[in-house]
C-alpha cells in the first residue's frame, strides 16, 4: 500500500525516503545516458519505493533505458502525460487512503462487535447471525475439508462445497495466514536442523497443490492440540508432539483428503513415521518424507522412462551387429549352464500361477491373500497338469496338449467357479492406444544412461533364451540369427512408448513350451528347460578341463536371486540391475568364466585339484557286490570293457574264503 508521495528530480533520492512511497519525477535532472538511468533507479528500489511514475515532458516520451534499469530492480513504472499534473495524482491517493481508512475502521468495529460476542460465550450460529445482519452476506462455516461446522442459510450442496474448497485451494495464502503460519514453519525449521522439544511423530504431505494443504492438514490434526504444521519447500510438514494414535490421525486425514481429492486434480502422497523420542524426531522426518517420495506420482517420471527407453533402444538397435558377435563365446557349456538357471529360475513363477500372489491390493493397502495356496486352486492346477500330461501321450493331440489343456483347465475353473469372466465382457471387441498418454517423452542424461545398462542387460537376456530355444529345438543359431533377434527387441523396445508400454524382452518362460510341444505358447512345466539344459551339458567334456567348475559357479550364481532375493541389495545399483536376475547373472559369470578357463588361458594348472580336473567317476554294480562280500579291488581285478572306452571290474562270483 502507497504510504506517501514523493514528488523529486533528485538524481539518487534514496536520503528523503521513508520506504512505500510512489515516487513521480519529471526527470529534469536527467541528461539522457543509461548510466543516470541505472543509478536513479537503484537509489530509488533501495530506499523502499513502491513505484516510480516519470513525465514525458522532458524527453518526450520514457527512455527505454529507464525502462530497462526498473525491470532489473523490479520496480512499477508507468509514464504520466503532459495533461495531468502531479498534484492530481497526489489528491487522488489521498482520498483513496482516506476511503480505506474508512473501511478498516467499520471492520474494526464489527470485529469488536463479533468478538464480543464470542467472549460472551455466545453459541457459532449466533455469531454468525450477526455477520449476516452487519453484512447481509449468507454466511457458513466450513474446515478445510468440507466438513460444515455452523450455517444460518439453507445447508450447502454437495458440488457447491466443491465449489468453495476449490477457490479455497488455488487461492494464495493471505498475509494474515502467513504471519500465522510463521511460527509453525519456523518449528519446521528446527525439525530440520535436528531438534526437538518433546518426544512424537512426523507426517509429511507432498502435493503438486503445496501450501494449499496446510489447512487441511491442520483441521485434520485438530485433536492433537499442540501439533505444529508447517511448510518446507512444497512439502507440509507437520509434528505431533507426545504418544498420539497415529493411525487415527492419519485415517482421518485421509477421510479429508478424499473430500477435496475432486477439486485438488494433482496427487498427493502422505508419508508418516513411528512414535519416536525427542533425540531422533530428525530421523523420524526423514523417514516420513521418504515416505511420501516413494508414491511420487508415476506420471512425470514416466515421461523420463519413455525417454530414456527410445534413446537406449536406439543406441543398443546400432550395437546389435557387434554384440551379436558374441555368440561365439557361447560353448556348450555356457548354453548348458544358463539353460538349467533358465528352467529352475522359473519354477516359482510356475508354483506362483497355482497358488496366486501372497498379497492383494484392498483399496490402497495390501493385504495377506486369503486364497494364497487354497487347496482348490492347487488341484485345479494338478488337474490341468494331468490333463497336459496325458494329452501329450496322445500323438495326434501332443503338439496342442498346452493349449487343449488350457482350454480344458479354464473350463474346470468356469464349473467350480474358480474363473472371473466379467471382466472380459466390458472390453471392447477392438481397442487401439492413445499415443504419448502421458505426455511426450522427457530427455534427461542420467536415466537414459540407466536404461543404456537395463537395455544391454535385457539384451544378454535374450541372446541366452535365443541360444536355448536354438539348443531345445535342435536349430543352429549363429550371429546373424541373434543379430535379427536382438534388432527385433530393440525396434520393439523403441516404438514401445510410442503407445505407453515399456521395453520389449524374450519371454523366458515360453522356452519350455518350445521344449514340451514345439509352439511358444505360454504356461506350465518349466522343468523342461532345466532338462534340456542338463542334456545339454551331458555333451560337456568335464575331463582335464575346469568345466565343472564353470558350471558349479554359473548356476550357483544363476541361482542366488531365486533362494535369496535380497542377497545383493546392499551392492551399487547398477551392480543389482545386472545380478537380480539370475538368467543376467548365469550368463554373465559363465561367460567370463569360459574366457578365463577355455579361451585367454587353457588348459589346466600343472598339479589341478580334484574337484576342477579328476574325470567323472563311475561307479560299477560289479565293484560293489565283490566289496559287499568282502573282496578287495586292485588292478588285477579289472578288464577291457568293449562296450565302452574304459574297465570294468572281473567278478568271479566267489567269496574271498572260496578262492
Given at each position: 500500500m502507497v504510504e506517501r508521495v514523493f514528488g523529486t528530480d533528485q538524481p539518487l533520492p534514496r536520503r528523503y525516503m521513508r520506504g512505500g512511497e510512489l515516487i513521480l519525477t519529471g526527470l529534469i535532472f536527467h541528461t539522457g545516458t543509461p548510466a543516470e538511468s541505472e543509478a536513479f533507479v537503484a537509489s530509488a528500489a533501495e530506499g523502499g519505493a513502491l513505484a516510480i511514475g516519470a513525465g514525458v515532458d522532458h524527453f518526450g516520451e520514457i527512455p527505454e533505458?529507464?525502462?530497462?534499469?526498473?525491470?532489473?530492480?523490479?520496480?512499477p513504472l508507468f509514464s504520466v502525460p503532459a495533461d495531468v499534473s502531479f498534484a492530481d495524482i497526489t489528491q487522488e491517493v489521498i482520498d483513496r487512503a482516506i476511503a480505506e481508512l474508512g473501511r478498516l475502521r467499520r471492520g474494526l468495529a464489527r470485529s469488536r462487535e463479533l468478538l464480543t460476542a464470542v467472549a460472551a460465550g455466545r453459541a457459532l450460529d449466533d455469531v454468525l447471525a450477526r455477520v449476516v445482519a452487519v453484512t447481509g452476506v449468507r454466511c457458513w462455516v466450513l474446515t478445510a475439508g468440507g466438513k460444515r461446522v455452523a450455517a444460518v442459510s439453507p445447508a450447502l450442496s454437495e458440488a457447491r462445497i466443491d465449489e468453495i474448497l476449490a477457490a479455497l485451494i488455488r487461492a494464495r495464502d493471505s498475509d494474515t495466514a502467513s504471519a500465522r503460519d510463521a511460527a509453525d514453519d519456523a518449528a519446521v525449521g528446527a525439525l530440520l536442523a535436528g531438534t526437538s522439544v518433546s518426544d512424537g511423530a512426523v507426517l509429511v504431505v507432498r502435493s503438486q497443490a503445496g501450501g494449499a494443504l496446510r489447512p487441511v492438514v491442520r483441521d485434520a490434526l485438530?485433536?492433537?492440540?499442540?501439533a505444529v504444521v508447517g511448510l518446507d519447500e512444497d512439502r507440509v510438514v507437520a509434528l505431533i508432539p507426545g504418544r498420539p494414535r497415529v493411525d487415527e490421525l492419519v485415517a482421518e486425514l485421509r477421510r479429508q483428503l478424499l473430500r477435496i481429492a475432486p477439486v485438488l486434480n494433482t496427487w498427493v502422497r502422505v508419508g508418516v513415521s513411528d512414535v519416536v523420542v525427542a533425540d531422533a524426531i530428525g530421523g523420524a522426518y526423514r523417514s516420513a518424507r521418504f515416505a511420501a517420495e516413494l508414491g511420487e506420482p508415476p506420471v512425470e517420471g514416466l515421461r523420463h522412462v519413455y525417454g530414456?527407453?527410445?534413446?537406449?533402444?536406439v543406441l543398443c538397435l546400432l550395437i546389435t551387429p557387434f554384440f551379436a558377435k558374441v555368440v561365439r563365446f557361447f560353448p556348450e557349456v555356457v548354453t548348458g549352464s544358463i539353460i538349467t538357471v533358465i528352467g529352475?529360475?522359473?519354477?516359482?513363477?510356475?508354483?506362483?500361477?497355482?497358488?496366486?500372489?501372497?498379497?492383494?491390493?484392498?483399496?490402497k493397502a495390501t493385504v495377506p491373500n486369503p486364497d494364497y495356496g487354497a487347496l482348490d486352486g492347487i488341484a485345479l492346477g494338478l488337474f490341468t497338469f494331468l490333463v497336459v500330461i496325458v494329452l501329450s501321450k496322445i500323438e495326434v493331440l501332443s503338439r496342442l496338449a498346452v493349449l487343449l489343456g488350457l482350454v480344458i483347465g479354464t473350463v474346470a475353473g468356469l464349473v467350480t467357479g474358480q474363473v472371473d469372466l466379467s471382466g472380459v465382457g466390458d472390453a471392447g471387441l477392438v481397442a487401439l492406444p492413445q499415443p504419448f498418454a502421458f505426455g511426450m517423452p522427457l530427455f534427461e542424461i542420467g536415466a537414459i544412461l540407466s536404461m543404456v545398462i537395463v537395455m544391454l542387460v535385457i539384451m544378454v537376456e535374450t541372446t541366452a533364451d535365443l541360444l536355448a530355444v536354438g539348443e531345445v529345438v535342435g536349430a543352429e543359431v549363429d550371429s546373424r540369427r541373434v543379430a535379427d533377434g536382438l534388432r527385433a527387441d530393440m525396434l520393439s523396445s523403441a516404438v514401445a512408448p510410442v503407445f505407453n508400454s515399456f521395453p520389449a524382452t524374450a519371454f523366458a518362460q515360453n522356452v519350455g513350451l518350445v521344449a514340451l510341444t514345439g509352439i511358444g505358447a505360454g504356461i506350465v512345466l518349466f522343468g523342461t528347460v532345466a532338462a534340456s539344459g542338463v542334456r545339454t551339458l551331458s555333451k560337456v567334456n568335464y575331463t582335464g578341463t575346469n568345466n565343472l567348475v564353470l558350471v558349479a559357479a554359473s548356476v550357483g550364481f544363476g541361482l542366488i536371486p531365486v533362494v535369496a532375493p535380497n542377497f545383493w541389495h546392499e551392492f551399487p545399483d547398477w551392480f543389482v540391475t545386472i545380478f537380480h536376475s539370475g538368467i543376467c547373472a548365469s550368463a554373465v559369470v559363465a561367460v567370463l568364466l569360459n574366457l578365463f578357463f577355455n579361451v585367454f588361458?587353457?588348459?589346466?594348472?600343472?598339479?589341478?585339484?580334484?574337484?576342477?580336473?579328476a574325470p567323472p567317476l563311475r561307479v560299477q554294480e560289479t565293484e560293489i557286490d565283490i566289496l559287499?562280500?568282502?573282496g578287495t579291488l586292485d588292478p588285477a581285478s579289472y578288464e577291457p570293457d568293449s562296450r565302452v572306452e574304459g574297465t570294468r571290474a572281473r567278478d568271479t562270483g566267489a567269496r574271498p574264503d572260496e578262492e
Open positions: 533505458h529507464l525502462r530497462a534499469a526498473c525491470r532489473r530492480w523490479r520496480v485438530v485433536s492433537a492440540t499442540d530414456a527407453v527410445i534413446v537406449a533402444a529352475l529360475s522359473l519354477m516359482p513363477v510356475a508354483a506362483g500361477w497355482i497358488t496366486g500372489p501372497a498379497t492383494v491390493k484392498a483399496g588361458l587353457p588348459g589346466i594348472p600343472d598339479d589341478p585339484n580334484d574337484f576342477a580336473a559287499e562280500r568282502g
